[in-house]
């Protein structure tokens, strides 16, 4: 029988302290990132401040918080939940001009989103709550990455809209993705890892018209919120959230 030397068994147990300290200082602002009018969205160890898409109260499963990590569980695969996920959860404040940054972390096949302009009430039915959607996907295992058009169903892509640009970097499975979206006005970015890929117009006729040829088309003057709450998507497959902050921006 091989044996573990004491040298060994102290280099794991450094890595796992390392990786929990490392979990439990995330969910925390920097002096400057104060001064600079951010405030943390979520605050790492509860439900507060957020509630389910299509009830009055959080769901009571399907999400998971442990060590500064909010997680959806794995169910299926089912779009908005079902009897054994959880659903869709959304911000109780409302938003119109801001700046929000969070990091994601996808697992093999992951299909989830983080959708912003979101009207609760739009969708009475089965599925996801209506919103604009910064795609969070595994483009490589999940075949939603090769519907829709020109790859507009892909990772960081305005959802069934734009393709997110195709230089964009993203971090492998199991590491930690930074997504940034800017609505300043009627003008909106989506940003990963440091990088703008998603840039449009709101309330212009090119925005209607990529809508009207989107599966969007049914939902009457869609994206053309003035203000709206964020939500983060239960899509039965596993994806991990930290670091949700916001920040007000002038129109």
Known sequence: MKLISPVMIAVVLLGFVSARAENLEQNTLSKDEVKQGWRLLWDGKTSTGWTSAKSATFPATGWEIKEGVWSVLPSGGKEGGSSTSGGDIITLEKFSNFELSLEFKIHP???????????PGLNKGEGSAIGLEYQILDDERHPDAKLGKNGNRTIGSLYDLIPAAKNKQVNPIGQ????RIVVRGDHVEHWLNGK????????????????????????????EMKEGPILLQDHGDAVSFRNIKIRTLTP
């Not at 309330?203 to 040829?213: A, I, M, N």
């Open 196 to 223: 703008k890929i998603v840039e449009y117009t709101r309330f212009t006729p090119e925005f209607r018209q990529l809508v009207s040829e989107s599966k969007y088309k049914i939902w009457p003057h869609f994206g």
């Open 109 to 119: 096949g992951t299909n989830s989103g983080i959708k912003y302009f979101v009207d």
């Open 176 to 179: 930690w993705n930074t997504a």
